[in-house]
């Protein structure tokens, strides 16, 4: 093996442990220099490293004639080699209404080579980014403002398992490679129209600069490397004191304590700051520099209650002494009513959770204190069938040790309750009047006392089986 893109590929193939032996591989080619070369240099090396490939050509159904030559080209090198080819086709057409036309083509792309992968039961999905390539990434990402994550670049590994063995490869040598072994391919005439940022800066910007660094491609390359380690060391700490401090997410919401969040160096803040929002969304899609740095100022701000809307219907609320990542509220309160006819366990379905129910005699319940979503009432003041629902406006109680009435959203605010948990509080009565405002505080007239001779106790837990969100009484 003496040609020297050879000897580059096999490298990356091992240091970034792109594929396994036995592997199969299925080898995005468009038709033009790089995925040719990348086919065929996976295929010279695929005996020694036990690869199984085949060759997937998507047609964006954007050239007419041209696209159709390409696939007759991708289909014939294939054959060639004995590879298995497929092709796909956009569908809906590319061309329909609506901007974004770079990025609805890369969707569809990657779309269509997953389904290739999983058809010829693949591991990996080889394409043909360069390092060329990866320089462009990070002068784009740069002009766009990006902090470290975006000059982090391409990555050599994403999941699903996309790999990009070309990725230390410059395009000169893909283009040596081609003419030492003879290989034709096609060029596609918009990647040399000046019309896309990414095209003037292949085609203007990176000429220019190269005359100033002519090792600038490399520099850029090593930066991403960089960039990429020392975010995923900022990252795996972001991880680590998230689950110190909440553990996993509940669901689509994080709670995160505010002062500890402020202490944090900023750059892991940030850092923080995105994971948290990766994890109750499933991803940081449309999530840019200025998006966080509003969150930091809900951090460190001055304001006791305020939030930050996020794309994708996503926020982040600051609730006194709490920050809660979450998504944003539809509107409405939340509906759900209750008949909780006597003793046993009852599904609340509409709240998600469950509600235990027990009497038990005054003498076998030593101590009335306990965890914050278990009450202890006075059994023969609490009537049966209770009711749940969460409280209405106009709705008032006997907080225990208080003589009047007061109303529950005077209680709950007063309590500092954040805005977008008052609205979900549930409500126990009994015969129309309130006997625990869940959570919070049972209503004095049902508290239990020396002439009480029976306890019930009221247990709520969500229907998976969990706790209830903790946070303050």
């Known amino acids: 093996m003496d040609d020297p893109l050879l000897r580059t590929v096999r490298s990356t193939?091992?240091?970034?442990?792109?594929?396994r032996p036995g592997d199969r591989v299925v080898?995005?080619?468009s038709g033009g220099a790089d995925s040719v070369c990348l086919l065929d240099?996976?295929?010279?090396?695929?005996?020694?490293?036990?690869?199984?490939?085949?060759a997937a050509h998507f047609d964006h159904g954007l050239r007419g004639d041209e696209d159709a030559a390409e696939t007759r080209l991708v289909a014939r090198l294939a054959s060639e080699r004995g590879v298995p080819f497929e092709t796909g086709r956009a569908d809906p057409p590319l061309r329909q209404p609506g901007g974004g036309l770079e990025e609805r083509a890369r969707e569809a792309r990657y779309a269509f080579l997953e389904r290739a992968r999983q058809r010829?039961?693949?591991?990996?999905?080889?394409?043909?980014?360069?390092?060329?390539?990866?320089?462009?990434?990070?002068?784009m990402r740069l002009l766009r403002g990006s902090g470290l994550p975006g000059l982090s670049g391409v990555p050599p590994v994403r999941e699903p398992g996309v790999v990009r063995p070309l990725i230390r490869v410059r395009r000169r040598e893909v283009e040596d490679y081609l003419d030492r072994h003879a290989l034709p391919w096609r060029t596609d005439?918009?990647?040399?129209?000046?019309?896309?940022?990414?095209?003037?800066?292949?085609?203007?910007?990176?000429?220019?600069?190269?005359?100033?660094?002519?090792?600038?491609?490399?520099?850029?390359?090593e930066l991403a490397d960089l960039a990429r380690e020392e975010d995923a060391v900022l990252q795996g700490l972001a991880r680590e004191w998230l689950d110190a401090r909440c553990g996993p997410p509940r669901g689509d919401r994080i709670t995160l304590p505010r002062q500890p969040l402020a202490g944090l160096p900023a750059a892991l803040r940030?850092?923080?700051?995105?994971?948290?929002?990766?994890?109750?969304?499933?991803g940081l899609a449309g999530i840019q520099r200025n998006h966080v740095t509003a969150v930091e100022g809900l951090v460190l701000g001055d304001r006791p209650n305020a939030r930050v809307d996020l794309p994708g219907g996503r926020c982040v609320r600051r609730a006194y002494d709490r920050i809660v990542f979450g998504p944003s509220r539809a509107g409405g309160r939340p509906g759900f009513h209750a008949r909780l006819p006597g003793p046993g366990s009852h599904l609340v379905q509409e709240a998600g959770l469950r509600v235990h129910l027990e009497e038990k005699p005054r003498s076998a319940v030593p101590s009335l204190s306990g965890p914050r979503w278990t009450a202890h009432l006075d059994a023969g003041r609490a009537r049966f069938p209770l009711e749940m629902r969460p409280w209405l406006p106009g709705d008032r109680f006997v907080p225990l040790g208080m003589r009047g009435r007061r109303k529950v959203k005077d209680f709950l605010i007063d309590r500092k309750v954040p805005a977008e948990e008052r609205e979900s509080v549930p409500l126990l009565l009994s015969a129309g009047t309130p006997?625990?405002?869940?959570?919070?505080?049972?209503?004095?007239?049902?508290k239990v006392t020396e002439e009480t001779e029976r306890v019930l106790v009221v247990r709520?837990?969500?229907?998976?089986?969990?706790?209830?969100?903790?946070?303050?009484?």
């Open 13 to 19: 193939l091992a240091d970034h442990g792109m594929v």
């Open 27 to 29: 080898v995005a080619v």
């Open 41 to 54: 240099a996976l295929h010279r090396l695929s005996p020694g490293l036990d690869l199984h490939l085949a």
């Open 120 to 139: 010829h039961g693949a591991e990996r999905v080889a394409v043909a980014h360069t390092l060329d390539d990866q320089a462009e990434t990070v002068l």
């Open 189 to 221: 005439p918009t990647n040399l129209q000046p019309v896309h940022l990414r095209n003037r800066i292949r085609l203007e910007l990176l000429p220019l600069l190269l005359a100033y660094q002519p090792r600038l491609v490399e520099h850029l390359g």
């Open 270 to 282: 940030r850092r923080v700051v995105r994971q948290a929002v990766r994890s109750t969304s499933g």
């Open 435 to 446: 006997v625990w405002l869940c959570g919070r505080r049972i209503d004095d007239r049902f």
């Open 460 to 473: 709520i837990e969500r229907s998976d089986g969990g706790n209830v969100s903790p946070g303050p009484s």
